[in-house]
């Protein structure tokens, strides 16, 4: 590809990628998701500085990704450790557990009443030996329906 | 002591007492029961005083002149203390104004640019003298009183400097030589009063009175005020005597020798748009509606009866003597102003007429015997003014007569009640006492003096001074039974036949024919109607009137003595055991009041010392008030009439209240509705309470409504606009810290976004 | 449908804004709605399409399969981190997400970078990330992952921003040539393989991991210690933070009753 539409497609997917980030910080309330969407931040950034070395041909910009890329791991570790933290103390991931910052008058915000999920998956059952009839039992889970 | 000038000693006559209130003021507290002694001091000096200046200038009145039957030349000193405010070139007299300055052809050159100056200037002439005697000496008889009556008040110091105070107002008032001086200790004595009515102010009934006297006081002030300006409007200067300009030229005052010397002095000419005389007539009728909130009038003597709230000592010197002849006093000192407009002085002698009838009528029901004296003195008042309006020389100077011996009496009656109330323990009602002449007999035979003088009984002083009333008013109503001096009955507008020899033709024509047809309708049409009340079968109705009032005078003035010093003794619990006649420091003033009361109206009257003494007042020597001059007569049918009349009411009295049925209410049962309409003072108070009162309180409670929310409530808004926002921005802090990150994305967004805008291209 | 009559700016304001709502039609929002997902989808690859559009009528944005094919596996599962209802699921797409930006990394010619993206992110710090929702994941789907804070604002921020980029990005051209790059275009001019600025390209690929090492070590030495120094504070940080934060684990296990001190048994032989 010539240079110029190369860098700009390249800038272009840094750019998507930086958006999608940004969104998911905004939006998602789970700690470990919106730090997830900090990485993508990042890796945007990575995309574009590495097209603009590749278009100016000088090595600044990848010396600077792999920077990037060694602050990044710092930063994950110490949020994580962080994030572990804030688990401990109010025992959920949610960003909205934390409103201790707003103005004294004002109630806390909780969230509406959402729907249930019915959609337990069916439980399959299991084949017992031959010749004996399955005991089923109730109370125990085979799988976690969840993660 | 007789190297004191004149001028030195006029102005100590206000300067002590006013020494004694600020003296009394700063040390009444440490002086204690001795407080006193620098009013009493102020005041006997300032009374010294105005006697040496009466001595002298009647001996300078005997100089001046010569034989009745020429005229009088007029005697006034004018000591000047001080310029008080001077503005350049303040007023230029329009090109027609003759009246500013008279005499001088008409011409723009002539009335060049004056400023406005108020000189503070003091004088001295006939009436002066006498108001300063009066006032004066009655203050301190009545001060002397006040040391026993007020002798375990706790505002003892507060009295007597208010007391002083009171008199140096007054003192002022009389001897000021410009109506802005005149207006401002006016408003003086009007606070005085306030302050002494109002001396008790923990009782809400004094602070109310002192609140009402105040007010409808001001009434009256507001047309002096207007007079004023319409005064300085009319003639460019405020000051009674003639002044010297800077150039030399002589500025006529508007009572100068000047203006008195030409007959047509007063004719105010059609200047800005008003008709011929209807300016005249205007300040005239002003004046007089200031005078009738000062001396009480009708319709504004609701003030008097309940200033009575005061302490009696107050009442008997500013509601008697003093205070409430400063009307009295202002219309003699205007003489020659009422006099051009014959309108506005039949006004004057209605309204005194009216308020005589009136007052008497409803003082023959008051039970409360401060309140008897009380329209007394509005009745008495009224007999004044009514003299007045006759616009003779008579009339005016039996209005001084008269103002002088009802001084003397009536301040003996109030010190006669307040020395009643005294030992009665705080009560007036003269339902509830009874016989007192027996325990309190120089209260009761002073007290009779002064019933006699007021009654009208001869050879008591109130008998000569209401004989000459009635005397004016007879004059006034049968012109041709009074020889050669009367003023014709004028038709339509017209002034006299002896004014009309006097002026310049060209002045007639302007000044009093007013054709019917003028093009100036109203006011034209005004000032003829009030013209033409000046005729004599008005005047005949006028005196009846007063004849009527004389009867009924002496009706109530005896009644009260009845009811109060004959009959069996009875007295109220409230005297407790100190039942007993008034120590000498009280009764003393009694006794010379007393004294006075008899002598002076024979003295006065035989001599016709004080009518001569007067008629050389500047004022009185107008052409048109000292033409009508009259060797003094005594007329006998008058003199009949008026006994007559105060005879039939002391019977009546008698009959009702005498001995026995002292405490009886038999002339109330014999008044029937009439009674109740007395009793209730003609419905006055009630009337101005729901057409003035009323609206006024809803339109004080609209504006507080308005003040409070609307006025109020914008401020409010003002400082509800803040909170507003800052409710509004706290919305943004909800602790949601993704929302805070998405408020900085959106921040930068817009920055970002505005740039690309101004980078587009 | 002519594309030829939507101007550029147009085009983008479209991508823009169906950018904007397929992200609100796919961030959790509460209700759970398979075809507002498909319809949230659909539109995200219609906003991409406007987006090409748009870049190659702003300027020219050439096609090369690889790395069009590369770049829509990177997006599409960025797009699914970001909404996934489930943490673990995110964690996955994320990983996918590396994958394809290692992909993008090497067809733009940075060996080294692309390999060490692949294994320190996905090797190490995704790990992390799976371990800590191993130990702190909620049973059942948790309420705070199927709603999203503020959906339509982020999104619409989002895509403003997007189009933003877009705009710049398709409005770069090359400038007049800078004294260093004339200079480098005449160095490079004497190889005759290589149009002005080829060269530029060349000159990185070159004995790459080598030469990156040499300027890493050279230019920036500082930097590395720095880097160096700033991962051990961040060992050390959070080793303390969370040994500060446990109360009870390493106290108990250090107080140890003085008395309970064993001997040595006598019989042991030497």
């Not at chain 3, 590369?70 to 981190?81: K, N, P, Q, R, Y």
């Amino acid at each position: 590809m010539t240079p110029l539409p190369l860098l700009q497609n390249a800038l272009t997917v840094g750019a998507i990628l930086f958006a999608l980030g940004l969104v998911g910080i905004l939006t998602r309330r789970n700690l470990i998701v919106m730090f997830l969407s900090a990485e993508l931040m990042l890796q945007g950034i990575s995309v574009s500085l590495v097209a603009w070395s590749r278009f100016h041909g000088d090595w600044g910009g990848q010396i600077l990704v792999i920077f990037v890329l060694t602050v990044a791991a710092c930063e994950a570790a110490l949020a994580l450790v962080f994030v572990l933290q804030a688990f401990a103390r109010t025992g959920r991931l949610d960003a909205a557990a934390w409103q201790s910052l707003r103005e004294s008058s004002l109630s806390r915000v909780v969230d509406q009443e959402l729907p249930s999920i019915d959609t337990l998956p069916q439980v399959w059952p299991t084949l017992s030996p031959a010749g004996v009839l399955p005991q089923a039992d109730e109370n125990e889970p085979l799988q976690r329906e969840h993660v | 002591m007789e190297n004191i000038s004149p001028s030195t000693l006029l102005m100590l006559v206000p300067l002590l007492p006013l020494a004694g209130a600020i003296l009394t003021l700063l040390f009444g507290k440490a002086l204690g029961s001795r407080a006193h002694l620098p009013a009493i001091a102020g005041i006997a000096g300032a009374a010294l005083g105005s006697l040496v200046l009466l001595v002298g200038t009647s001996l300078e009145v005997g100089v001046a002149a010569g034989v009745h039957a020429e005229p009088v030349r007029p005697v006034e000193m004018i000591t000047p203390l001080w310029q008080w405010a001077t503005v350049e070139n303040a007023y230029t007299p329009a090109a027609d104004t003759q009246a500013a300055i008279p005499g001088t052809p008409l011409s723009a050159t002539t009335h060049e640019a004056r400023p406005f100056s108020i000189t503070v200037a003091l004088r001295l002439d006939p009436l002066t003298a006498t108001m300063l005697a009066i006032i004066t000496c009655v203050g301190l008889l009545v001060a002397i009183y006040s040391i026993g009556y007020m002798h375990h008040d706790p505002g003892y110091p507060r009295f007597f400097s208010l007391f002083a105070l009171f008199v140096f107002s007054m003192t002022m008032l009389v001897a000021a030589s410009n109506f802005l001086i005149v207006y401002v200790f006016w408003e003086a004595v009007g606070a005085c009063s306030y302050l002494l009515i109002g001396f008790w102010f923990h009782k809400p009934e004094a602070a109310r009175a002192a609140k009402k006297a105040f007010l409808v006081n001001r009434i009256g002030d507001f047309g002096l005020a207007v007079a004023v300006f319409l005064l300085w409007m009319s003639y460019g200067t405020l000051d009674f005597h003639d002044t010297l300009s800077a150039n030399g030229t002589i500025v006529p005052g508007i009572l100068g020798q000047t203006r008195l010397a030409d007959a047509g002095g007063y004719q105010l000419s059609d200047a800005a748009g008003f008709a011929g005389g209807t300016i005249g007539t205007v300040i005239c009728l002003l004046l007089l509606l200031a005078a009738c909130g000062k001396s009480a009038q009708v319709p504004l003597h609701v003030w008097l009866p309940d200033a009575m709230e005061g302490p009696t000592p107050a009442s008997a010197l500013i509601h008697a003597a003093t205070m409430v002849t400063a009307g009295v006093y202002l219309v003699t000192r205007c003489a020659p102003l009422f006099v051009a407009y014959p309108g506005a002085l039949v006004m004057v002698s209605i309204v005194g007429a009216t308020t005589a009838m009136i007052a008497a009528l409803i003082a023959t029901v008051q039970n409360d015997l401060k309140r008897v004296l009380a329209y007394s003195t509005i009745s008495q008042l009224g007999y004044m003014f009514a003299s007045l309006g006759t616009g003779t020389l008579l009339g005016f100077t039996a209005a001084i007569f008269h103002l002088l011996t009802h001084a003397f009496f009536k301040a003996l009656l109030f010190l006669g009640a307040g020395s009643v109330m005294h030992s009665m323990g705080g009560v007036i009602d003269m339902r509830r006492f009874g016989g007192l002449r027996r325990v309190m007999p120089i209260t009761a035979a002073t007290f009779l003096c002064g019933a006699c003088a007021l009654a009208g009984v001869a050879p008591f002083a109130g008998f000569f001074s209401k004989d000459e009333i009635l005397a004016t008013l007879h004059s006034k109503a049968w012109p041709e039974a009074h020889g050669n001096h009367q003023q014709e009955s004028p038709a339509a507008g017209h002034a006299n036949t002896e004014m009309s020899r006097l002026m310049p033709t060209a002045l007639i024509s302007s000044a009093g024919t007013a054709p019917v047809g003028s093009p100036s309708g109203n006011a034209a049409s005004v000032k003829d109607g009030l013209n033409s009340l000046n005729r004599p079968d008005v005047w005949r109705v006028l005196f009846l009137m007063s004849l009527v009032t004389a009867g009924l005078t002496a009706f109530y003035t005896f009644r009260a003595v009845f009811m109060t010093f004959t009959g069996p003794v009875c007295v109220p619990e409230e005297a407790g055991h100190s039942v007993h006649e008034s120590p000498p420091v009280m009764t003393l003033p009694l006794v010379l009041l007393a004294a006075a009361s008899v002598v002076s109206g024979w003295v006065l009257w035989s001599t016709d010392w004080l009518a001569h003494f007067l008629s050389a007042t500047p004022s009185l020597t107008f052409a048109a008030v000292a033409q009508t001059a009259v060797a003094p007569v005594f007329h006998l049918n008058l003199a009949i009439q008026g006994t007559l009349a105060a005879a039939i009411g002391i019977v009546i009295a008698a009959i009702g209240h005498l001995g026995r049925r002292s405490d009886g209410p038999q002339m109330e049962r014999f008044l029937g509705p009439f009674g109740t309409l007395f009793a209730n003072q003609f419905w006055f108070d009630q009337l101005y309470s729901g057409l003035i009162i009323k609206p006024f309180m809803l339109l004080a409670t609209l504006a507080a409504i308005i003040d409070r929310s609307v006025i109020d409530g914008l401020v409010e808004c003002v400082a509800r606009v803040p909170l507003a926002i800052g409710g509004l921005l706290r919305q943004l802090q909800s602790g949601m810290l993704q929302r805070y990150a998405l408020a900085g994305v959106m921040g930068v967004l817009l920055m970002v976004l505005a740039l690309a805008w101004q980078l587009r291209s | 449908m002519n594309l030829a009559l939507f101007s550029p700016g147009l085009l983008l304001a479209i991508a823009v804004t169906l950018t904007a709502l397929s992200l609100w039609l796919l961030l959790p929002r509460g209700s759970e709605s398979r075809p507002v997902w498909w319809l949230g989808w659909l539109l995200g690859a219609v906003a991409l399409a406007g987006f090409v559009c748009a870049g190659k009528r702003l300027g020219g944005i050439g096609e090369e399969a690889v790395f069009l094919t590369v770049s829509l596996v990177t997006i599409v599962s960025g797009t699914a981190t970001i909404v996934s209802r489930s943490p673990v699921y995110s964690a996955i797409w994320f990983a996918l997400t590396l994958a394809g930006v290692a992909g993008v990394l090497l067809v733009l010619g940075a060996q080294f970078l692309g390999v060490a993206t692949i294994v320190v992110y996905a090797g190490a710090i995704l790990v992390m990330f799976l371990f800590v929702l191993m130990l702190a994941q909620p049973s059942g789907l948790a309420s705070y992952d199927r709603v999203s804070s503020e959906p339509l604002l982020s999104a619409v921020a989002g895509a403003v921003l997007l189009g933003l980029l877009t705009l710049s990005i398709g409005r770069l051209s090359v400038g007049p040539a800078t004294p260093e790059a004339l200079a480098l275009a005449s160095v490079a001019s004497d190889s005759p393989t290589a149009p002005a600025g080829a060269a530029a390209i060349d000159s990185l690929e070159e004995n790459h991991v080598a030469r990156l090492g040499g300027e890493l070590f050279g230019r920036h030495l500082l930097a590395v210690e720095a880097a160096g120094v700033l991962l051990l504070v961040a060992l050390i940080g959070s080793i303390a933070i969370v040994s500060r934060g446990e109360p009870d684990a390493t106290d108990n296990r250090l107080a140890l009753p003085p008395a309970t001190a064993t001997k040595q048994p006598q019989g042991v032989p030497r």
